[in-house]
C-alpha cells in the first residue's frame, strides 16, 4: 500500500519543507492550509500543510503526523491562501516556513501559549482514579490512563497549571495530547485559557517607569554597565523608558522589543523599572463612536474612474488599474464607493495602507462609512486582539480589513477589491525576514481571486506607472481637486543663494512666511529629513567625529531630550563624554541640526509660535497619535517632522508646507534616490491648502535646477517620470530590467569576503550559461547580456552592529532567466561556517534599497 504524504511548512529556520507521513488509521490525509502537530527534533511543532507536494528524501526515515489541530474541512488557511503562500516563498526565495507564519496570527502557528489550568473536579478525579488498583474501564466515567497523565502533570506543576506547549513537550511524549486537553475541558476537569485572556471591556495591563534612581549621576554608567551588561536591546529599552517620562503600557514594549519581558527581568530585579497594573483602554482604533458618512456625489473624474473599476467588478474577472490623482483628488472616495459596490454584491475588501498607525483618519473613514463591518489590523494590537479580528475576518463578520503590508494575507471571504492606497510607499517592502513586496503580492492574489486591483497614488512608482503606460494594467487619472483649492504654489529657494541660518537652518524668506503664517493663525507643517537635535558632535579642537563603536556609520546623532548620543544603524546608546575622546581635551560641538533642535529653534524663533515634533522618537503607540490629533485641533501652530509627515494626513489648517533640506538624500548611491526625493516633496506639499484656504509651498534646496526638485515644485509628475524613465532605461533598471541583491553578513570580515566570493562563482557560471543559450537566438549579439554581476562589494555602511556586510546586484534583461538563477542559487543560501567565521547570505528579490 502506497505511503500518503504531506510536506509541512514548520516555525524554523531552514528553507524547506518538512515531509510527514499520514497514519494509516486516518481515513484522509490533511488539506493544504490546515494545521497539524508534528514530532520535529524531539519536541512537538506546530505546522501548516503545505500547498505542494512532498519530496521524497531517499533513505530518510519519515515520522508520522501526530495531530490534525483543524476540525475536518475548515482549515486554517483556505487553499487559496495556501497557494499564495508558496508563490510568497517561491518568488521571493524566502522560506516557507516564515511565510506561512506570516499568514497566520502568532497565536496559531507560533509555540502553544495557552494555559491549562487543573480544576477542582480535575482534582478531585485525579485522587479518585489512584484509587482504584485496576484500570478502569471506560464507561465508570474516571480519566483514563492517558488523561490521568495530563491530569497529573498539571497536579504537579506550580499553581496546578502549565503551558500547553509544556504538554506537549513531556517526557515521554503523551500521543494525541492536543485533544486529551480538549476532552478534559469538555468534562470541566481543566480548563484553559489564553496567556493574556481579553476582560470585558478592558484589561490588566502593567505599565512600566523608570525610576528616578538613575538620573545623570556620573556613577549611573557603571551601575547600568553592572545590571545591563552588553545588552544593547536591553539599554535602549531602558532609555526609552526613561525617555517617556511617564508610564508606558507593557503592550507598547511589543513592537520595538519583541522580547521585553525577558529584557526587563534584570532590570526590574536591580530596580532601575518599576511596575504597575492599571486597567488599559481597549484598541484605540475601536474605541469611540464615530459619525456616519454619506457618499459624496462624485466629480466628473472621480465618476469616470468609478465608471470602468464598477465594470471590472461586474465582469467578475481580475483587472487591475492604476488610480493616479493628485494629493487631493479624492482617491480614498472612490475606494469607498468601489468598495460599497463590492459590499453590495456580498463580497469583502482588503485595504493596504503604508503605515495604519500614521493615518487614523482614514481607518476612521472607512468606519463611518461601513461601521462594524471593517477590521483594522494594527501594530497596536495584541496576540489575542489580532486572533480575535483575525476570525471575524475569516467568518466574514468583518468583510473589510484595513492594515500594513501583512493585511494581504488577511483571510477574507469572496475578496472582490484589493486596494493598496499610496501604492509607491516604500514600507509595502518588508525589508527583513520575508522580503516580499506587498503590493506585488496583492496584484497576485487579486489575480488568483479575480478581484478587482487598485492601486492609488499621486506619485505612482515608476514600476506602475510604466505598466500603466504600456497597458499592463489600467490607468486611471484624475487631476483636479473636488474642493476648489488649486494646487499648491510652490517656490524654490536656493541655499547657495539665500544663505540658511546655521542654528535653524532658516532663510529669511521661510522665518518669514512662517512669522507670517502663525500671526495669521494658520497652520504650518517644517519638514526636515533628519531626526535628532544633532547629527554629530564634533571636536572643536581636533575636530572628529563621534562615531559608533560598532559600526562604520558616518557618525552617532545627538537625542538632546535624552541627553544621548545614538547610532541610528544598530540602535546602540551613550552618554555623551565631557570632552573629545579623540584628543581628550577639545569640547563638542552639534553638528547638522535635526528635527529635534529645529523645534527649539523655532519656538524661539517665530513669535508666539506653538511647535510640536514628530519623528520616530515622538512616535510610539499613543504619543502619535495624541501630536497627530492636536495639531488636527490646532493646538500647535508649528508641526515639525521627518518623512512620517509626507504619509496621507489631512490637516486642514495647514497652508505652509516649509522643506529645510530639499535635496537630502538625493546623493545617495541609490537608484531610486531621485525617485523617492520627487516622491516625498510632492507628498510633503500636496499637505498644503487642503482646507478652505489655499496653501503655498517653499523648498529650500542646494540644487534647486534638478529635475527631481524642479518637477515637484511644478507638480509635474510626468515631466519627471519621462527624465527618470529615460536614465532606467538606459542602464536595464527597473522597469526596464530586474534586480535581486544578494547580501552576506558575519562578524569576520575575511570570511564575509571568501562566502560571497563563492556565490559570485556560481552566479558568473549561471549569468555564463543563460548568454550561450542566448546567444543562438538571432540579434543576440547587440542586446546586453541577459544576466549581469555587480559586485561583491562592501556595502556602503560596511560595519553594522559589529557584523561586516557585503552585497551584490544581480540584473537581468527578463523574468525567466533571474528566477531560474535564484532556484540554482537557493539552496547555497543561508547559514554557513561556525562560530566567529559564521557567515548568512541571503536575497532581496526586486530590492527597494540597495544600501
Ligand atoms: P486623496 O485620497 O486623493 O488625497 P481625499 O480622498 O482625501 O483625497 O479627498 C480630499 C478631500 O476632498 C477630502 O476632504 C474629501 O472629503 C474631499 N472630497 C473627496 N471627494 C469629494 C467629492 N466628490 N465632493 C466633495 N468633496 C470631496
Ligand atoms: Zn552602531
Known amino acids: 500500500m502506497s505511503e500518503r504524504l504531506v510536506s509541512v511548512a514548520l516555525p524554523v529556520a531552514l528553507d524547506r519543507g518538512f515531509t510527514y507521513a499520514v497514519p494509516t488509521s486516518w481515513p484522509s490525509a490533511p488539506e493544504p492550509g490546515a494545521r497539524v502537530l508534528v514530532p520535529f527534533a524531539n519536541r512537538g511543532l506546530v505546522g501548516v500543510v503545505r500547498a505542494a507536494a512532498p519530496e521524497r528524501l531517499d533513505g530518510a526515515r519519515i515520522k508520522l503526523l501526530e495531530e490534525v489541530l483543524d476540525p475536518p474541512g475548515a482549515p486554517s488557511l483556505t487553499l487559496e491562501l495556501a497557494r499564495l503562500c508558496e508563490w510568497v516563498a517561491d518568488y521571493y526565495v524566502a522560506p516557507v516556513g516564515e511565510v506561512y507564519r506570516l499568514a497566520l496570527p ?247 495602507v503604508p503605515e495604519i498607525a500614521l493615518t487614523p483618519q482614514l481607518s476612521d473613514r472607512f468606519r463611518a462609512r461601513f461601521g462594524e463591518t471593517v477590521a483594522v489590523l494594527h501594530s497596536g494590537l495584541t496576540p489575542r486582539q489580532r486572533l480575535d479580528a483575525w476570525q471575524q475576518i475569516r467568518m466574514g463578520a468583518r468583510p473589510i480589513v484595513i492594515g500594513a503590508r501583512s493585511a494581504v494575507f488577511a483571510p477574507v471571504p469572496d475578496l472582490r477589491v484589493i486596494v493598496v492606497d499610496e501604492e509607491h510607499d516604500g514600507s509595502f517592502k518588508q525589508e527583513e525576514g520575508v522580503r516580499y513586496s506587498a503590493r506585488d503580492v496583492a496584484l497576485v492574489r487579486a489575480r488568483d481571486a479575480s478581484a478587482v486591483a487598485v492601486l492609488g497614488s499621486a506619485t505612482p512608482a515608476l514600476e506602475t506607472y510604466e505598466s500603466a503606460r ?173 518623512q512620517m509627515l509626507s504619509k496621507g494626513h489631512d490637516f486642514p489648517g495647514v497652508t505652509l508646507v516649509g522643506i529645510l533640506q530639499g535635496d537630502h538624500g538625493l546623493g545617495l548611491p541609490d537608484i531610486r534616490a531621485s525617485e523617492r526625493t520627487f516622491q516625498l516633496l510632492t507628498q510633503v506639499a500636496g499637505r498644503a491648502g487642503r482646507g478652505d484656504r489655499s496653501g503655498r509651498v517653499l523648498i529650500q534646496a542646494y540644487g534647486i535646477n534638478n529635475p527631481a526638485i524642479a518637477f515637484a515644485a511644478q507638480h509635474d509628475f510626468e515631466a519627471f517620470a519621462a527624465w527618470e524613465l529615460d536614465k532606467r532605461r538606459e542602464l536595464h533598471n527597473p522597469p526596464f530590467g530586474h534586480l535581486a541583491l544578494v547580501r552576506i553578513s558575519g562578524p569576520d570580515q575575511v570570511a564575509v569576503q571568501r562566502r560571497a566570493e563563492e556565490l559570485a562563482v556560481v552566479i558568473r557560471a549561471a549569468a555564463e550559461e543563460v548568454r550561450r543559450k542566448h546567444a543562438e537566438e538571432p540579434g543576440a549579439a547587440e542586446a546586453l547580456p541577459p544576466l549581469q554581476l555587480l559586485g561583491p562589494k562592501a556595502s556602503l555602511i560596511e560595519r553594522v552592529n559589529r557584523r561586516v556586510r557585503w552585497q551584490m546586484l544581480v540584473r537581468a534583461s527578463s523574468r525567466p532567466p533571474l528566477r531560474w538563477l535564484l532556484r540554482q542559487l537557493r539552496p547555497r543560501l543561508g547559514d554557513a561556517g561556525s562560530g566567529e567565521f559564521k557567515t548568512m547570505a541571503n536575497v532581496d528579490v526586486d530590492p527597494q534599497s540597495l544600501l
Open 106 to 352: 502568532g497565536l496559531l502557528t507560533g509555540h502553544d501559549v495557552r494555559r491549562v489550568m487543573l480544576s477542582e473536579a480535575g482534582a478531585q478525579a485525579l485522587a479518585a482514579a489512584r484509587e482504584v488498583v485496576l484500570q478502569p474501564i471506560d464507561d465508570t466515567g474516571l480519566p483514563t490512563a492517558a488523561e490521568q497523565r495530563v491530569l497529573a502533570a498539571l497536579a504537579s506543576a506550580p499553581g496546578g497549571e502549565l503551558a500547553v506547549e509544556r504538554l506537549i513537550d513531556l517526557r515521554p511524549r503523551i500521543p494525541g495530547v492536543l485533544r486529551l486537553i480538549g476532552d478534559l475541558a469538555v468534562k470541566e476537569l481543566c480548563t484553559i485559557s489564553w496567556e493574556d485572556a481579553g476582560g470585558e471591556g478592558a484589561r490588566v495591563e502593567a505599565h512600566y517607569r523608570r525610576t528616578d534612581y538613575l538620573r545623570g549621576a556620573a556613577t549611573a554608567e557603571e551601575t547600568l554597565r553592572e545590571h545591563i551588561g552588553r545588552s544593547k536591546q536591553r539599554r535602549a529599552l531602558l532609555d526609552l523608558l526613561e525617555g517617556a517620562g511617564s508610564w508606558v503600557a507593557a503592550g507598547e514594549l511589543r513592537g520595538p522589543f519583541p522580547g521585553h519581558k525577558k529584557l526587563l527581568e534584570p532590570l526590574l530585579a536591580a530596580g532601575l523599572v518599576a511596575v504597575e497594573e492599571r486597567l488599559r483602554a481597549l484598541d484605540p482604533f475601536a474605541a469611540g463612536t464615530i459619525e456616519p458618512t454619506l457618499p459624496q456625489t462624485p466629480t466628473a473624474d472621480q465618476a469616470a474612474a468609478l465608471a470602468t473599476l464598477r465594470a471590472d467588478l461586474e465582469g467578475g474577472k481580475f483587472a487591475a488599474s492604476l488610480l493616479h490623482g493628485v494629493t487631493g483628488s479624492g482617491k480614498t472616495e472612490v475606494y469607498l464607493q468601489l468598495i460599497a459596490d463590492a459590499r453590495a454584491r456580498g463580497g469583502g475588501a482588503i485595504v493596504l
Open 470 to 642: 504600456a497597458g499592463k494594467i489600467r490607468w486611471l487619472r484624475m487631476t483636479t481637486r473636488p474642493t476648489t483649492r488649486p494646487l499648491p504654489e510652490v517656490e524654490l529657494l536656493s541655499l547657495a543663494v539665500h544663505r540658511p541660518d546655521p542654528e535653524t537652518l532658516l532663510t529669511g524668506r521661510m522665518r518669514t512666511a512662517l512669522v507670517e503664517t502663525v500671526a495669521a493663525g494658520e497652520q504650518a507643517i517644517v519638514f526636515l529629513n533628519r531626526r535628532g537635535f544633532a547629527t554629530t558632535l564634533i571636536c572643536d579642537r581636533c575636530g572628529a567625529l563621534h562615531h559608533c563603536p560598532d559600526c562604520s556609520a558616518p557618525a552617532m546623532t545627538y537625542h538632546l531630550g535624552r541627553n544621548r548620543l545614538m547610532c541610528h544603524w544598530c540602535g546602540y546608546i551613550e552618554a555623551p563624554p565631557e570632552r573629545c575622546m579623540d584628543c581628550g581635551e577639545g569640547e563638542l560641538l552639534h553638528g547638522n541640526a535635526g528635527t529635534e533642535r529645529i523645534e527649539l529653534a523655532l519656538a524661539k524663533d517665530v513669535p508666539g509660535a506653538r511647535v510640536l515634533r514628530l519623528d520616530r522618537d515622538t512616535s510610539r503607540g499613543k504619543g502619535l497619535l495624541e501630536t497627530l490629533s492636536a495639531f488636527r485641533r490646532r493646538e500647535a501652530d508649528i508641526l515639525v517632522g521627518t
